[in-house]
């Protein structure tokens, strides 16, 4: 997953859990957030056994926001404030990254396992479809 920036509030990295995947339990650092908005955001996975693989993205200047947002994350790239991270299962971010919880990711990448959401809006989304 990437987005140009993911603006978010009530931020925090909860630790590392295990996370179930088809080749077995995979550790992951599991992010939480009240509200976070995304701006570019593209979805691709990686090849599955059907080999097509889908892409979702949203249409140039489209923002998609999610409540209650859980990330389960191997690794977690971008640059806060300018300054650059790269947090992983072996470096975790502190558990607040932001002072009150609240700021920006910008050039934001996810390898990310599993995410759950109470609500996301995603206007002008596009699904594509190719083989890999």
Known sequence: MTA?????????????VSVTTATGPVQAME???????????????ACPASRVRLA???APGAHAVATTLRL??????????GTP????VDAPPPTHP?????????????????????????PSLRLQASFC
């Open 85 to 88: 991270v790269d947090w992983t």
């Open 31 to 45: 992010f939480a957030m009240s509200t976070a908005t995304f701006v570019g955001l593209a979805i691709v996975q």
């Open 98 to 122: 932001f002072a009150a919880d609240t700021g920006t990711l910008d050039a934001l990448s996810v390898t990310m396992l599993d995410s759950a959401a109470a609500t996301m809006s995603q």
């Open 56 to 58: 979702v993205s949203l």
């Open 4 to 16: 140009s920036s993911l603006a978010v509030i009530d931020f925090v990295y909860t630790g590392n």
């Open 72 to 81: 389960d994350a191997t690794r977690l790239t971008a640059t806060i404030g």
